[in-house]
């Protein structure tokens, strides 16, 4: 097989590639690549490098782990997942990503495709008008640095108390929308600053806001899609991707800065700028893991007030209330934050950066409704291609740290996408082709191109080929709006 | 005074990443802000309504080049401005040590009926972050999170 690194790479499964300790130097545990053979030779070698740095990093357990959609990163390869020891351990702002629990939301209706398509275009109109997308886009809610506080302490239930949300999206929420031991004093007057105004809106790049139909034939359980109120008879879902918008990454930016300091302080050498890290239980450790909760429940609060626009959106071209219409969300998870779980080894601090929680049925944490199914995953796609909806496992538990994949994962570069494409065209092929797309940059559009991205058919085959979660639906684009 | 930028296609798949280069220090970071500019903006599109003056400080050049990158993402997000040029003054301060700046950014409100916007730059990042004086030209190599 030709990969894209000289390291010894062993195959431990049909989808499980792992490479030893012994291929770098500083390398403290194996790092694992779930993929298949085909995959694995497709993969760049950014990942090969980055997944081995991380598995340098003081007090990581186990494995360094990278899921089927890794690719190439910065830090972390994108799909990297590492669980560290708590007194032991670091916490590295590149285990987490810039944009701070960044992550998915997908909200079903009673509506169906053949009730969506005559209003479809003033349906993503209204959308793409509630929803602001694009570069430094504002939001419609005024804040104040005091008011925003509240909001970093609050997460999503700051944003049900103002009248943006319903009550029973909470318990739909990872974590129910907020993260304990948020801590405002810990974040910078700048990343307020960034921030403040941005509440409610999408940003760009591959953030989105897509109308999907769920269609019977492509659903994989019928018990579990009943369960998560997915009968999919042409059913159209709404999902969103989007994060914790400037706020998140200034904190994210500050912090960097902050942890190359303390790393010489702490005699802590790594392969990589980008893996600046400091041991969790020291100051600067501790002040970053209160700041990323802040920046966290802010993007729980902000994915909360899209889905009020989103309801409202629908209620108007509707002429029919949300409630009426059935619009309940079915899960928010998040694919970049780091989060204290505990696992055979103890409470462990688990880095998930562009990959997704997958607790299976069971788990305690997990709110009563998903005690017998496991957790909802959302997985984006392409825009051209298609997402999916699946749940954790039990085995996700014993061999990833509760952990799988997020989204397709790109396979071409930016440059060379908007090379190859031109976003104006594409929007009208993909008219053609029955899905509406909206879109505040074209050059913005031609970068998200279908072809820029991995088949996530075969990213989903390989997760669940694994184990580590469960297909329930595949969710098929009509609209989507890109920043 | 020379400078060009080029856009590095195989480097961070996801992101976007830069070379830029100039006859000179000063001229290194007017292309280096020029390359992210273009990543957000086609500045053509943009009129000059807007002007901000900037006074950065740093020990290295490197941290310097970094600290201008970031202000522009930063004021493009907190003063919902976007860019149509920027110019910059770079030099050594032998008394104290270190490297400064003088800046001015050149703009207008984001407004996207009126300009053609690309990406939302999150951050500068660390990654392959370079800059390195050779053969008379000063060359940066720059990744950005989009």
Same mark, same amino acid.
Request: net charge negative.
């Given at each position: 097989m030709n990969l894209a690194t000289k390291m010894a790479v062993q195959q431990i499964s049909p989808v499980i590639w792992e490479i030893p300790p012994t291929e770098k130097v500083g390398m403290r545990v194996p790092a694992r690549i779930y993929a298949t053979e085909k995959m694995l030779s497709e993969m760049d070698a950014g990942v090969f490098d980055q997944v081995t740095n991380v598995a340098c990093l003081p007090g990581i357990q186990r494995y360094a782990l990278c899921m089927p959609d890794g690719h190439w990163g910065y830090g972390f390869p994108i799909g990297g997942v590492a669980a560290m020891d708590l007194r032991q351990g670091v916490i590295s702002p590149g285990g987490v990503g810039? *944009?701070?629990?960044?992550g998915m939301r997908l909200i079903r209706t009673d509506l169906t495709v053949a009730d969506v398509q005559p209003r479809l275009n003033p349906l993503m109109t209204e959308l793409f008008r509630k929803v602001p997308a694009g570069v430094g886009a504002r939001g419609f809610v005024k804040l104040n640095a005091k008011e925003l506080k509240q909001v970093m302490r609050k997460g999503a239930r700051w944003s049900v108390e103002q009248g943006?949300?319903?009550?029973e999206d909470l318990a739909r929420t990872e974590e129910s929308g907020c993260l304990a031991g948020a801590d405002p004093s810990c974040v910078s007057d700048h990343a307020i600053e960034r921030g403040i105004h941005q509440l409610g809106t999408l940003g760009s790049g591959n953030h989105y806001l897509e109308v999907q139909v769920v269609h019977h034939d492509r659903i994989f359980d019928h018990a579990v899609a009943e369960a998560l109120g997915?009968?999919?008879?042409?059913q159209i879902v709404i999902m969103v991707h989007c994060g914790s918008r400037g706020f998140g990454h200034q904190v994210a930016t500050d912090y960097l800065k902050v942890f190359e300091k303390a790393m010489k302080r702490y005699g802590i050498t790594i392969p *990589?700028?980008?893996?600046a890290c400091a041991p969790f239980q020291s100051s600067e450790g501790q002040e970053y893991f209160s700041a990323m909760n802040c920046a966290a429940n802010t993007a729980f609060a902000n994915r909360q007030i899209i889905t009020h626009q989103i309801r409202e959106a629908f209620s108007k071209v509707f002429n029919q209330s949300p409630e009426s219409l059935g619009m309940h969300q079915v899960y928010d998870v998040a694919h970049n934050i780091a989060k204290v779980e505990r696992y055979r080894e103890g409470d462990l601090l688990v880095h998930r950066k562009g990959a997704t929680r997958a607790f299976g049925p069971g788990?305690?944490?997990?709110?009563e409704g998903f005690q017998r199914i496991g957790q909802p995953v959302i997985c984006g796609g392409s825009m051209e291609a298609g997402s999916y909806l699946l749940v954790g496992t039990s085995r996700a538990m014993d061999e990833t740290f509760g952990s799988t994949m997020h989204g397709a994962g790109r396979r071409m570069s930016r440059a060379q996408a908007k090379r190859m494409v031109r976003g104006a065209q594409l929007q009208q092929e993909m008219e053609k082709r029955g899905i509406l797309v909206k879109a505040v940059s074209m050059s913005g559009l031609a970068e998200e191109a279908?072809?820029?991205?991995?088949?996530i058919s075969e990213v989903v085959e390989t997760v669940e080929s694994a184990g580590i979660t469960k297909k329930v639906a595949e969710l098929l684009p009509i609209g989507n709006i890109k920043g | 005074m020379a400078r060009s930028f080029r856009f590095l296609e195989h480097v961070a798949l996801a992101d976007s990443a830069f070379e830029a280069r100039g006859d000179s220090v000063s001229e290194l970071f007017v292309a280096s802000a020029q390359a992210l500019i273009e990543v957000m903006v086609d500045p053509v599109t943009v009129s000059t309504n807007w002007k901000r003056d900037l006074t950065l400080t740093q020990p290295q050049v490197s941290d310097l080049l970094f600290e201008w990158l970031l202000a522009i993402v930063f004021l493009k997000d907190a003063e919902a401005v976007i860019f149509h040029e920027a110019q910059a003054k770079v030099w050594r301060d032998e008394d104290q040590q270190s490297w400064q700046l003088q800046g001015l950014l050149i703009g207008d409100t984001i407004d996207p009926s009126r300009q053609e916007l690309g990406a939302d730059v999150k951050a500068v990042t660390k990654h392959l972050f370079e800059v390195k004086e050779e053969s008379g030209w000063w060359i940066a190599r720059v990744v950005l999170d989009i």
């Open positions: 810039y *944009d701070i629990n960044c943006y949300g319903w009550q997915i009968h999919g008879h042409g *990589d700028q980008q893996l788990c305690e944490e997990l709110a279908g072809l820029a991205y991995k088949n | -």
